[in-house]
């Protein structure tokens, strides 16, 4: 079975700065789709980043980019700039070939400092 | 924003009554799913279907029951409902990325 790990419960960063979150991940599997997903306080699950296993280049999106490490299985999330707006609860997922669901980390809470 | 919709988006209710969470999408995906997350905790798969009339059970037990009569709709039922049932149940629908409705808080007393 998959897994993945968020080893961070909670990060704070000043406004305007650049943050990054760590997502690690175990599978055998050898096609896979890596995500990120930000979900507000009582607001919707949405996504922000994805990454489709066998591409080699890193998936950006504006402020939003991930360092993907396939051999470390590794999926971390980079956030420039940061805005107040990017406070949330972060969750990295993983897919497998047969996406049967996505399989969850734990989520690290970010919080933006003023 | 994803065409995805759950109702109601909160419900308290008492133990022993049935109760059926409404979730529709107009996206046309044939996968959909059913995700239970207790606060500040990762989501658990509970039910998915690949379309009509598919159902299945996730990775975590769940004493709830689907069905996909429509494409559009996947609802899930609770028979008799218990504290334990309290949680929030987020549905989503696609195919490798997922989009997420707004969720559906149940707490039952």
């Known amino acids: 079975a998959q897994t993945v790990t968020q080893s961070q419960p909670e990060m704070s960063v000043q406004e305007a700065e650049t943050v990054t979150l760590s997502c690690t991940y175990d599978t055998s599997e050898s096609d896979y789709y890596l995500f990120w997903y930000k979900q507000p306080p009582s607001r919707q699950m949405i996504l922000v980043i994805r990454q489709e296993a066998y591409k080699q280049q890193n998936a950006t999106e504006n402020r939003f980019s991930v360092n993907f490490q396939k051999a470390a299985k590794s999926f971390s999330l980079k956030i420039s700039d940061s805005q107040l707006g990017d406070a949330a609860m972060y969750f990295c997922a993983y897919s497998g070939g047969g996406a049967d669901g996505l399989t969850f980390g734990k989520g690290t809470h970010l919080i933006i400092q003023p | 924003e994803a065409d995805i919709y759950q109702t109601p988006r909160y419900l308290v209710i008492g133990t022993g009554k049935k109760i059926t969470l409404e979730c529709s999408q107009t996206m046309g995906h044939d996968k959909m799913y059913w995700y239970q997350q207790d606060p500040g905790m990762e989501l658990h798969l509970i039910h998915y279907s690949y379309g009509v009339n598919s159902t299945e059970k996730g990775d975590l037990s769940s004493e709830s029951t689907v069905s996909r009569i429509r494409t559009e709709h996947f609802p899930l039922t609770l028979e008799s409902a218990r504290p334990s049932h309290t949680s929030q149940y987020l549905c989503?629908?696609?195919?490798?990325?997922?989009?997420f409705g707004p969720g559906t808080r149940l707490t039952v007393t």
């Open positions: 989503a629908s696609g195919t490798g990325e997922q989009y």
